[in-house]
């Protein structure tokens, strides 16, 4: 199974991202970047809103690779008044140290109440001049996306969104925008079935699943790697995060434990159908 994803620019990028929000929101990322690097990722997903933009940069330098090998998105906050993308963009850079970043996200809607289309407008110009290689979106849902493609000269290249088997029913139809449209649906929050919201209806599919895949593969298999073979089949970018090595090195495994075979598949999303939960409340969470 491919270990990249291609985009609708014609750039690539890594099958999944460490992420740099929720636990770590607010707090120095360095180690946990730094470890996430060591053990393996390359794609490290930050936020301005996150507040650690400049410990993310840290962290890449300490880590001694080189840009080339390493793939970047940030997201810019609400924009302050009088200030554009750029300025976000040119902010976060210096905290980065960095010259370009490959993916740059519009990171909720909800801060550009009134300006969305004018705000993608921008971002085409942060593309253009060579600052994002790829732009995108992220807390889009059809209505908003609607709105972006009504201007839209660059169609955005990836969709990042809170996705997992307990609100795949509510989003299906954002997830069938994005393809219509070739745009990549990114997931945050994809293991939240087993960290957030366990002994749900979806616990028992990741069991017998699980068991089905140790068999055929003659080694251990966790239930987050069911997940996230799940997530990666369905053609999501995903994104998590881990402060344990171990962990880590688990993630980037899953591309190597066998696939699900189609009924399997379609298990896990009739079982999340049973339940209802999102872990990030409204779409305007301080996270987000």
Request: glycine share 8%; with cysteine; net charge negative.
């Amino acid at each position: 199974m491919a270990s990249f994803i291609r985009l609708n620019d014609g750039n690539q990028l890594p099958w999944i991202a460490f992420g740099t929000g929720s636990a770590l929101y607010g707090h120095d990322a360095t180690e946990s970047v730094r470890r996430a690097l060591d053990n393996g990722f390359t794609h490290i997903d930050t936020a301005q809103r996150y507040g650690n933009e400049e410990s993310v940069g840290r962290a890449i330098k300490l880590s001694g690779k080189s840009r080339e090998e390493l793939y970047v998105t940030t997201k810019p906050g609400k924009l302050e008044p009088g200030e554009t993308v750029r300025d976000a963009l040119l902010t976060s850079l210096t905290k980065l140290n960095l010259e370009y970043v490959d993916s740059y996200l519009v990171h909720n809607p909800s801060h550009h109440q009134g300006r969305l289309r004018q705000v993608w407008k921008e971002m085409e110009e942060v593309r253009k001049e060579g600052l994002a290689r790829s732009i995108g979106v992220s807390n889009f849902y059809v209505e908003h996306l609607e709105e972006v493609l009504a201007v839209a000269t660059i169609i955005p290249a990836v969709n990042q969104i809170e996705l997992h088997a307990y609100v795949w029913k509510s989003v299906k139809p954002t997830i069938a925008f994005d393809k219509e449209h070739d745009i990549v649906t990114s997931s945050y929050g994809g293991l939240s079935p087993i960290v957030r919201f366990p002994g749900g209806p979806v616990d028992a599919a990741i069991n017998q699943i699980r068991a089905r895949l140790e068999e055929t593969r003659g080694a251990p298999v966790s239930d987050g790697q069911v997940l996230i073979k799940w997530l990666k089949q369905n053609g999501v970018l995903v994104v998590t995060t881990s402060s344990k090595a171990e962990r880590i090195r688990e993630y980037l495994d899953t591309i190597n434990v066998p696939d699900l075979t189609e009924e399997e598949m379609k298990l896990i999303e009739a079982k999340g159908a049973e339940l209802h939960r999102k872990a990030f409340v409204s779409r305007s969470c301080v996270y987000l």
